[in-house]
């Protein structure tokens, strides 16, 4: 087999990977090959594409698409700043998307949680793109049924915490529902980047974003780790807790956010972590510019499977003052 073009499809190893034109070639993200074939795999990439729970803009549904599109250029080179290839350590594929039928609203939560199920009993680990804020709810119910309660990590310009009533489909209220059903221990948990007020905080520690502007990210990092402790982590990156400069393409922007340098500084610092899995949601690519906040989230996924493939041995040779 020539090994020019197509490797999503083409590829016979998990592990393989070629040369092929950005511009070029069946999309998957970081060029990944396509299967449901779980055997000996690390990671799943898959998506959810479903934006019915947003309370302003739609779009993001079309966001799992978007984040594979914008991923290519990672696939080139040795990743940054990490100076290695993380598919020489990790056995990652692009599952494809779960099928969720929003005009059944009843089925979602069942549905998303069916499809995180069945992947996470493989074995696997979970790199999820959304969709809209509340499909982690049922991927957090996936994830506490192999891992017990869960300390949750969640970057994010708003709480998520509002008044639920146990059966509401709503992108800002589903971290309330999982507190309630003992899915996320918020003892253990943080919010990174906040920037919208509500009264309370839900048991999780708060790291507004202008006290991350005022202390930096390292101070940031080690209430995260100190608190997080041995606990499974997930890590849940809402793409509007970065500032509309660098994210414009969401439903809810917040001014007044991170930058993406200091997002991508704060995922390759989750390395002493327990890290269970990982989604990236609510990029809208209608509002988006020149790709920016796609690229921002396949950047934070790309550097969450660099430290994964870091815990498990890959050898660093970061070129430069990094």
Same mark, same amino acid.
């Given at each position: 087999?020539s090994?020019t073009g197509?490797q999503?499809?083409r ?6 990977r ?6 070029a070639g069946?999309?998957?993200f ?5 299967? $449901?074939?779980l055997?000996?795999?690390? !990671?799943v990439? @898959? ?7 947003? #309370? +302003?803009?739609?779009g993001?549904?079309?966001g ?11 696939a ?8 290695f290839?993380?598919?020489?350590t990790?056995?990652?594929?692009d ?9 059944h ?12 199920t069945g ?10 793109f ?7 709810y049922?991927l957090?119910?996936?994830h506490?049924?192999k891992y017990?309660?869960?300390?949750l990590?969640q ?5 998520d ?11 800002g209220?589903m971290?309330t $529902?999982a507190?309630a059903d003992?899915? !996320?221990?918020? @003892? ?5 980047g906040?920037? #919208? +007020?509500?009264?309370h905080d839900a ?13 930096g990210?390292e ?10 402790g041995?606990?499974?982590v ?6 509007d807790?970065?500032?509309?400069a ?5 439903g809810?922007p917040?001014v ?13 610092g ?7 899995g990982m ?5 809208a ?9 796609a690229?921002?989230?396949a950047?934070?996924?790309h ?13 660093k ?6």
């Amino acid at each position: 087999m020539s090994k020019t073009g197509d490797q999503a499809f083409r590829a016979k190893s998990n592990k393989e990977r070629w040369p092929e034109p950005a511009y070029a070639g069946a999309l998957s993200f970081l060029r990944r090959r396509y299967s $449901r074939d779980l055997e000996g795999v690390d !990671v799943v990439v @898959s998506g959810i594409p479903y934006d019915c729970a947003v #309370t +302003y803009r739609s779009g993001c549904r079309l966001g799992p698409r978007a984040i594979r599109a914008a991923s290519v250029q990672m696939a080139e080179l040795l990743a940054f700043p990490f100076g290695f290839d993380p598919f020489e350590t990790l056995s990652v594929v692009d599952y494809g998307d779960c099928v969720v039928d929003p005009h059944h609203p009843e089925t979602v939560i069942d549905d998303i949680a069916a499809h995180a199920t069945g992947i996470l009993e493989s074995g696997a680990r979970m790199l999820t793109f959304g969709g809209d804020h509340f499909t982690t709810y049922p991927l957090l119910k996936a994830h506490a049924e192999k891992y017990g309660p869960i300390a949750l990590v969640q970057f994010d310009a708003h709480c998520d915490t509002w008044e639920d009533d146990g059966s509401q489909l709503d992108h800002g209220t589903m971290f309330t $529902r999982a507190i309630a059903d003992g899915i !996320v221990d918020p @003892s253990r948990s943080t919010q990174v980047g906040l920037r #919208t +007020y509500n009264d309370h905080d839900a048991g999780f520690e708060i790291l507004t974003s202008p006290w991350i502007h005022r202390n930096g990210i390292e101070a940031a990092l080690k209430v995260v780790i100190e608190r997080a402790g041995d606990q499974p982590v997930y890590l849940s990156f809402d793409i509007d807790g970065l500032d509309p400069a660098f994210a414009p393409g969401t439903g809810t922007p917040v001014v007044g956010g991170l930058s993406t340098w200091q997002a991508l500084e704060f995922v390759r610092g989750l390395e002493p972590l327990h890290l269970i899995g990982m989604d990236v949601v609510e990029v809208a690519p209608a509002y988006d510019h020149a790709e920016i906040t796609a690229l921002a989230a396949a950047s934070v996924a790309h550097d969450w499977l660099c430290v994964l493939a870091s815990q498990r041995g890959a050898i660093k040779r970061g070129v430069g003052r990094l």
